[in-house]
């Protein structure tokens, strides 16, 4: 009898042993976006890579649009393990003590994804994801959104069209800069909130790639978008470290296997989205699209060129200087 018991408690804990042994490993994966815009997909790439390559032994949760966490809480849940994986602007690194990120906000740094490429995808790339470290925090990739357009509820071709305007912005000191070196009063605030602040008139206007304005309905709320790609944002792909460090080793193989093709995937579609987007946005014929002229943003780049000599020292010169060699951007031209 007592022989039987053993045999069957064995056998129990046998079957409770398979059965953890079969339980998915899982990923929580949150972002503030739409999922229809650059990084919502490209989430959605990654979990499909990531599923059938582990054969399902690791299950992604994506979820979209602050449904779980806003900015600033999703990098804090993060760090404490409550989700496992983000892709949060480089802007939103700096209220954790890296404003190194915020180099990416500095405006006209970057012509064009090519410029941003040889940075993202370089050798300093490797720099900026290695500092992630200290923060308990795997760099993964760099994934891609775009270039900025303003928007308000009037027109804004000059600097001097921003004067006085509340303007909201991302946690990013540069962007802070920028907007006052336009006259205008930044306001920092969630991505989840911006909506509603635009309509209430808590804030006039706003800045992103078109690609989140349109997505979130902002277009709807103000009458002008200036098309004036005066800055970037864009996306580091990351993960909590103890939990990255400690999948086995074959799982975490496979996974920066998918990191690798959801990245590609994430930067051939940044651009064609935004550019679809826009169209969108002139389909509806209720927001005004500005073109600047190469005179308007000779204006632009002029009144702005003095944020790169005001934060220059808080991003670290020679990070600076190492950026400028890659892109051709000299501050002292302008
Ligand atoms: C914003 O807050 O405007 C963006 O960072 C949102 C995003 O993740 O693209």
């Not at 503030?32 to 399902?56: H, N």
């Not at 994801?129 to 928007?151: E, H």
């Not at 349109?214 to 098309?227: A, G």
């Not at 169209?279 to 944020?307: F, M, N």
């Amino acid at each position: 009898m007592r022989i039987r018991n053993v045999i069957a408690f064995l056998a129990t804990m046998a079957m409770a042993a398979t059965a953890l042994a079969q339980q998915p490993i899982v990923i929580k994966f949150s972002h503030v976006v739409a999922l229809d815009t650059p990084k919502g997909l490209a989430a959605e790439y990654f979990k499909k890579l990531a599923e059938e390559r582990t054969k399902g032994r690791v299950k992604v949760e994506v979820y979209p649009n602050s449904q779980l966490y806003k900015d600033k809480e999703e990098l804090e849940a993060l760090q404490i393990g409550a989700v496992q994986m983000l892709a949060p602007s480089m802007a939103k690194f700096g209220p954790m003590g890296l404003r190194e990120f915020e180099a990416f906000d500095l405006p006209y740094l970057f012509d064009d994804y090519k410029e941003l490429h040889r940075v993202t995808q370089g050798p300093i790339g490797q720099i900026f994801l290695k500092k992630l470290d200290s923060k308990g925090i795997v760099g993964l990739a760099f994934w891609d959104n775009g270039f900025k357009v303003m928007s308000a509820n009037k027109p804004l071709r000059k600097p001097e069209d921003f004067k006085g305007l509340k303007m909201r912005i991302q946690s990013s000191k540069v962007l802070d800069s920028q907007m006052r070196a336009l006259g205008a009063i930044p306001q920092v605030m969630a991505f989840s909130e911006v909506y509603q602040a635009l309509q209430t008139g808590v804030v006039d206007g706003t800045e992103n790639p078109v690609s989140n304005l349109y997505t979130q309905k902002m277009n709807e709320v103000q009458k002008y978008l200036t098309v004036s790609n005066h800055g970037y944002l864009g996306y580091t792909l990351i993960a909590n470290k103890k939990f990255w460090d400690g999948l086995p080793a074959d799982i975490r193989t496979t996974l920066e296997g998918a990191v690798k093709d959801a990245t590609k995937y994430a930067n051939d579609l940044a651009q064609k989205k935004n550019d679809e987007d826009l169209e969108s946005v002139r389909k509806t014929g209720k927001t005004q699209i500005i073109t600047l002229t190469p005179q308007e943003k000779l204006e632009w780049k002029k009144a702005l060129v003095k944020v790169h000599r005001e934060q220059e020292s808080k991003i670290g010169k020679e990070l600076l200087q190492s950026i400028y060699k890659e892109t051709g951007f000299d501050p002292g031209k302008l």
